[in-house]
């Protein structure tokens, strides 16, 4: 697009006077107008392009614009708009058949909501009505979701602010190699460490009184923490052990984001439910749900089940589905993703952990991966404090500005950098990106300590 400065100005203008943005005090951001999108780039109105290594929220999978996408919802459009859930309609039951195919074990059943927060409410609810059970463990460092069960299930800062919840949740300590909570010094030992606490937890707690424990499959935005081998497995045993149901949160890591269609097949476990949402359809039209086994369903063939939403399978939005399974299918998604992640990101980071004394740790799979930012090497002392905010946050700010300024979109979160592209992007602007980010490691490497 041509650079349009009354068309910037216009954007900029309503956007600050009536925009009222997400987790934001208002009057501190400055939201950049963006005039247009394609492939994995964005443009702003002043002429300047973005290679989006953030996939906008990790959502956008394959990338703006997708002309199968935006074709599917076009018909869609012309043939039947909308229709409420208690219909049987064509594109809805063929994508929950397509989920359930690609789903493992038993999971054959799919509810439909408006996005990730309230799959994982319902899928909490599915979980109590099951068990007859209230209290659901979580860990700290995660993010399940804004709404009220949703945001009390995270483990990060956002909860803090939205306390108290009903205090139905209790957090426990996840597997972090890198910053091992159990003193462990191997991924094996941070494994049985992290199980030994976890079923501690359960014991402390009372095992009769949880519902569910949920986690990330692999940890999306605090911190691409890929668990240590046989960590699911562990976790699968304790609720099995304790009567609880596994809850799977894929949000950020299903379809295709780490080379597969959920990433708990990469790691052969089956969980109860999978929650999922963002990459189902990119976020072109909103839409989660949860991915439900055979065990928890049937508990509903004669006992209704007490939930719903008016968009529930929302026709627009499972025809964008439905696209994305045939586009992952025909251009071989899920084996691009795995290929350009083990053949190019891979050794480029860990040569880019080499490199730069600012670099504390990279690890990631497929197209999800983060670069740690330390200030010490030896320490492991974090470039910015957790939760930094304004002055303290300065060093990230300056590293996210230098990518910018190059014209790629980063994904910043305390002291980390996540490369999560949209996985169309080419193997040469996966290239020029991270050609980027490795010069922008050279604004992190002033900061270190000498
Ligand atoms: N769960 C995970 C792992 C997420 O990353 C997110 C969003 O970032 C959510 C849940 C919430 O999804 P939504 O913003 O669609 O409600």
């Known amino acids: 697009p041509l650079p349009d400065s009354a068309a910037d100005a216009q954007v900029r203008a309503d956007d600050r006077a009536h925009v009222f943005h997400s987790w934001s005090a208002q009057a501190l951001i400055d939201p950049l ?21 953030s996939s906008q929220l990790v959502n956008l999978n394959l990338g703006h614009q997708h002309p199968d996408l935006v074709a599917a919802i076009q018909q869609q459009a012309g043939r039947l708009a909308t229709i409420q859930p208690s219909i049987a309609n064509d594109v809805r039951g063929e994508l929950a058949r397509r989920i359930a195919e690609v789903a493992p074990g038993d999971l054959d059943k799919v509810f439909f909501t408006n ?4 799959a994982n409410e319902y899928a909490v609810r599915m979980a109590r009505a099951v068990t007859g059970r209230r209290k659901v463990l979580s860990m700290y460092r995660s993010y399940h979701g804004g709404t009220a069960t949703a945001i009390s299930l995270t483990g990060d800062p956002r909860r803090w602010a939205n306390e108290p919840s009903d205090g139905s949740v209790a957090h426990f300590l996840g597997p972090y190699p890198f910053r091992s909570s159990f003193h462990a010094d191997s991924p094996e030992q941070e494994t049985e460490r992290a199980l030994a606490h976890l079923e501690q937890v359960i014991t402390l707690e009372g095992a009769s009184t949880i519902a569910a424990i ?19 497995q562990g976790v699968r045993e304790l609720c099995d052990r304790y009567g609880i149901v596994y809850i799977a ?15 708990v097949n990469r790691f052969g476990v089956v969980p109860d439910l999978i929650t999922f949402a963002k990459g189902v359809n990119s976020g ?52 691009r993703v795995r290929d350009l992640g083990s053949r190019v990101v891979e050794p480029r980071l860990r040569a880019m952990a080499a490199a730069h004394p ?4 990279v690890r990631g799979l497929g197209l999800f991966w983060a670069i740690e930012l330390v200030k010490d090497a030896a320490t492991r002392e974090p470039l910015v404090p957790f939760n930094a905010s304004g002055a303290d946050a300065a060093p ?16 910043i979160h305390f002291n980390r950098m996540h490369v999560a592209p949209p996985l169309i992007i080419t193997e040469a602007e996966l290239h020029r990106g991270l050609d980027i980010i490795d010069e922008a490691l050279t604004v992190a490497d002033g900061y270190v300590a000498v």
């Open 396 to 411: 990230m700010g300056a590293v996210a500005a230098a990518c910018k300024q190059a014209g790629l979109w980063p994904f």
């Open 115 to 118: 996005g990730g927060a309230d």
């Open 214 to 232: 949920i986690l990330e499959t692999i940890v999306g935005t605090n911190g691409v923490l890929v668990p240590p081998p046989g960590y699911l």
């Open 33 to 53: 107008p963006i005039a247009a999108g394609e492939g994995s780039t964005f443009w702003d109105y002043r002429g300047n392009a973005y290679l989006d290594f």
């Open 249 to 263: 949160d894929e949000v950020m890591v299903g379809f295709g984001r780490v080379g597969e269609w959920f990433a």
């Open 284 to 335: 072109y039209v909103p839409l989660g749900g949860v991915v439900i086994s055979q065990r928890i369903a049937s508990h509903f063939d004669t006992v209704a089940f007490q939930g719903g939403l008016t968009y529930s399978g929302h026709p627009l939005a499972c025809a964008a589905g439905v696209a994305t399974f045939e586009v992952f299918e025909r251009d071989g998604i899920l084996e």
């Open 358 to 361: 600012s670099v504390g740790e």
